[in-house]
């Protein structure tokens, strides 16, 4: 084991999940870290003890994590919203723009996680049409199809950053050229790449980012992030407002109906703090092991799990040009213990944590997974393969 590697062990013990499973499943539901439980039980402390006294510490430490979630994204603090998940912030995007009968939305929703098909399509009843983008062999979005789906009508793609199933990573910096040349806002689920890769939605020309926290950010369910581009910003109109949208938000004297300038304008009401305790400590834990080291630590785990499976004569995929930290597998023909269907359970028996999406075996580790882990998943096939 190499001294780098070695150095990613030290975080292994916040996570006890590991003492139990492999986990390879960080693109479904990851473990969330001791960190994290301790944050959540800070906070419960302080509600149960003191009750509201340290309310305005409360709101600080909100704002200390979206200044982490803004880093994290390369954003502006105050281009960032609190969301409930990723469907909640994408939904937000598809009802508060101003949409007009015959405009259009390019998606390819034969490949696209059902969170970033079902807003757009809800928007029929108003007279908006989604017009599809054919999806690539390996089952992703290239920039070409993208440009082949626009028209006139067009005023948004909507994309994953990385799509669920296949594992394929979208250009997004190229896409984000496209559509800005054309005119068209770029919508992303970004929810797949935030947490396993660096992401800059200003490099990618990116005007909306949704993704909660519970996947590669090692959050929890219940809260997540929904970036707005500041030039974007007023023309989002928040579907839901509430006493903390305003201006003059603390001030419960009076009814003073002013929006805020800025994302918070689409928080409506009381915070979930112990999501966001939580979030300011999977966001703080990212951090400090640094999105880059993060991001290349997934890329030599999938690269050792593609070499190790494809060595079993395994169907692997996406190739390594367009993933991210999805690998998916099925198992090669005639293998003793069946298909994908069937090495997905054997694995799940075997303690492996993992997903079985669209008829293939989907792993996906994190940057503390060691590479014995990644060998004896490899192992796992082989005995499955018979």
């Known amino acids: 084991m190499s001294e780098l590697a070695g150095s990613y062990d030290s975080y292994r013990a916040l996570f006890p999940v590991l003492q139990e499973q492999l986990y390879f499943n960080h693109a479904g ?11 959540v039980r800070e906070w419960m402390e302080d509600l149960a003890q003191h009750g509201v006294k340290h309310e305005r510490r409360w709101e600080a430490r909100a704002e200390a994590v979206r200044a982490q979630a803004a880093r994290l994204l390369n954003a502006s603090p105050d281009e960032v919203a609190f969301v409930r998940n990723t469907s909640h912030g994408l939904g937000l995007v ?14 390819a929703t034969r490949v696209e996680y059902p969170s970033n098909v079902y807003p757009w399509l809800h928007l029929a009843s108003r007279g908006v049409r989604v017009r599809e983008v054919e999806p690539s062999a390996q089952g992703g979005v290239d920039v070409e199809a993208v440009a082949r789906a626009l028209t006139p009508r067009t005023r948004l793609v909507a994309v994953s950053s990385v799509q669920f199933a296949s594992g394929v990573r979208t250009d997004l910096p190229a896409l984000g050229a496209l559509c800005e040349r054309a005119g068209v806002l770029l919508c992303v689920d970004g929810i797949q790449s935030v947490g396993c890769v660096p992401v800059d939605v200003k490099g990618s020309r990116i005007h909306f980012l949704s993704a909660d926290s ?10 997540g992030l929904l970036y707005v581009d500041a030039a974007v910003l007023p023309r989002l109109r928040p579907v839901l407002v509430g006493w903390r949208s305003t201006t003059d938000a603390w001030n419960f004297n009076r009814a003073h109906f002013e929006l805020r300038p800025d994302a918070r304008k689409l928080e409506e009401g009381s915070a979930a703090y112990t999501g966001l305790y939580a979030l300011g400590a999977a966001l703080g834990l990212l951090e400090e092991v640094g999105m880059e080291r993060v991001g290349a630590r997934i890329r030599t785990l999938v690269d050792r799990l593609d070499a190790g499976l494809r060595a079993l004569g395994c169907e692997v995929g996406p190739t390594p040009e367009v993933r991210a930290g999805i690998l998916t597998v099925v198992p090669p ?46 192992a796992l096939v082989r005995a499955f393969r018979g």
């Open 29 to 39: 539901v990851a473990p969330t870290s001791l960190r994290a439980v301790a944050a």
């Open 94 to 107: 598809a009802e508060g723009l101003d949409w007009q009968p015959g405009d259009e939305v390019a998606v």
């Open 214 to 223: 519970h996947k590669w950010m090692l959050g929890i369910s219940g809260v």
């Open 333 to 378: 023909a005639g293998s003793r213990g069946g298909g994908a269907g069937q090495l997905a359970a054997h694995l799940a028996a075997s303690g492996v944590s993992q997903a079985l999406r669209r008829e293939r075996v989907r792993l996906s580790p994190h940057f503390y997974t060691r590479e014995d882990e990644v060998d004896r998943v490899v």
